[in-house]
C-alpha cells in the first residue's frame, strides 16, 4: 500500500509540476503547459479530470481541473470549492466564474479545481471516504490517509504552482454565512486581494492548521478564503455575489478588464462564537438574520428544552454585526450560535 500511495504522488507531482506560470514570464517564452497529460495552448481552454493510480485507493483521487491559458502573461490564479463536499454553492461559484472566462482576452492563467473533494460532492458529505477533515489535511502526505493523498495529489501538483489562491466555502454544519472574506492580515499582498473581492465583509485570521489557505500562504502564496450561504444548497444570489468577487480579483491582478474596479470590501474587527450554554440545549428559534447589527443585551434566540419546557434567552453580549449563524434546529450546550463581528468606523 506504501507503494501505491508514492505511485500516486509520484504521478501528480510529475504531471502537473507544469501547472503554473510565474507573473514575470517574458511573453517571448509565454507557449503551452502540461497538467496531467493534458496540453493546454496558449489562448485555449480544457476540463478534464485528474485520475490517479487504477487501484482502490488511487480512485479516490479523482478531481476535475479546468484550465483557461490566456494568450498573453500573467498571474496564476487557482480557484478552489469544494474541499468540503456539502458546500455545494462553492462549486457552482467555481463553474461559472470558469464559464466566464474567454482565454483569448485573459492575461496569465486560470486554474479551476470545482470538487477537490469529488466524492463528498456526490454525497453531499462534509468529509473524506475515512471520515477526515480535507481542509486539515493540506500540505498532504503521500504515506498517510486518503485525505492526506488526495490534499498531496492537488497541493504538490497544482496549487504549489499558483501565484494568487482563492477558496470558496459556505457555512457548515447546519450553518450560514454573511458574504465574508477571510484572510491573514499580516500579509498586504493577500490582505489587498481581500479588499478587492469587492463583496462581503473582511474576517482577519490565518485559518486552522491544516487548512489549504494557511498551507498556501505558508510556501508564500497569497490566499483567501470566500464564505457565503449555508450548506447543501444552492443560493442564486450568493452565487452571483461569489462570481462576481472572483472577477473582481481577476480585473485587480489585470488578468481580465471587463468590469470598471468593485469597491472595497470592509473590514471588521475582531469577532467571536457566541455558544449555547451549558444546561440550555434544546429547541433554537433564532430572532434576528444574517447582515443584522446588534447591540449588547439584544434578544437574538430563543433555545427551549422540550423535556420541561423551560425557555431561555441568548442574547448578545456584544455589538456588532451578524456574520453566521446557525440556521433553526435542535442544539447541545456549546453548539455555535451566532458569529459577531465588530464593526469598524
Not at 472572483?246 to 491582478?253: E, I
Not at 474587527?269 to 433564532?286: H, V
Request: proline share 6%.
Amino acid at each position: 500500500m506504501k507503494h501505491s500511495r508514492r505511485r500516486i504522488a509520484w504521478v501528480a507531482a510529475c504531471s502537473l509540476l507544469s501547472a503554473a506560470s510565474p507573473v514575470a514570464t517574458p511573453a517571448a517564452e509565454w507557449g503551452p503547459i502540461s497538467i496531467s497529460r493534458e496540453v493546454i495552448q496558449p489562448g485555449a481552454r480544457k476540463k478534464f479530470t485528474y485520475i490517479g493510480e487504477r487501484s482502490f485507493e488511487g480512485s479516490f483521487v479523482d478531481f476535475t481541473i479546468f484550465v483557461a491559458r490566456g494568450v498573453k502573461p500573467g498571474p496564476t490564479l487557482c480557484v478552489t470549492s469544494g474541499i468540503h463536499g456539502d458546500e455545494i454553492n462553492s462549486v457552482e461559484i467555481a463553474r461559472r466564474v470558469f464559464a466566464s472566462v474567454d482565454a483569448v482576452e485573459l492575461s496569465g492563467t486560470l486554474i479551476v479545481l470545482p470538487a477537490i473533494n469529488s466524492l463528498g460532492f456526490r454525497m453531499m458529505n462534509r468529509y473524506m471516504p475515512d471520515r477526515r477533515d480535507l481542509n486539515r489535511s493540506f500540505p498532504g502526505n503521500p504515506d498517510g490517509s486518503v485525505a492526506t493523498i488526495v490534499a498531496d495529489a492537488a497541493f504538490s501538483g497544482v496549487i504549489r504552482n499558483c501565484t494568487h489562491l482563492v477558496d470558496l466555502h459556505t457555512g457548515s454544519n447546519f450553518r450560514t454565512n454573511l458574504p465574508q472574506i477571510r484572510v491573514d492580515t499580516s500579509d498586504p499582498v493577500a490582505l489587498e486581494m481581500a479588499y478587492r473581492f469587492g463583496v462581503g465583509v473582511i474576517v482577519a485570521g490565518a485559518g486552522p492548521s491544516g487548512s489549504l489557505r494557511r498551507e498556501a500562504m505558508k510556501i508564500g502564496i497569497p490566499s483567501i478564503i470566500y464564505e457565503a450561504g449555508p450548506p447543501f444548497v444552492f443560493v442564486e444570489a450568493e452565487i452571483e455575489r461569489g462570481a462576481s468577487g472572483v472577477q473582481n480579483l481577476m480585473n485587480f491582478l489585470a488578468m481580465v478588464s471587463t468590469k470598471a474596479p468593485a469597491e472595497r470590501a470592509q473590514m471588521l474587527g475582531k469577532s467571536a462564537w457566541l455558544r449555547a450554554p451549558r444546561g440550555q440545549g434544546g429547541i433554537y428559534l433564532p430572532v434576528v438574520k444574517l447582515g443584522d447589527v446588534v447591540t449588547p443585551g439584544q434578544l437574538l434566540a430563543t433555545v427551549t428544552d422540550p423535556v420541561t419546557d423551560v425557555s431561555h434567552e441568548i442574547r448578545a453580549s456584544n455589538a456588532g454585526v451578524v456574520v453566521g449563524m446557525a440556521l433553526p434546529q435542535v442544539v447541545l450546550s456549546g453548539y455555535g450560535l451566532f458569529h459577531i463581528g465588530e464593526l469598524n468606523d
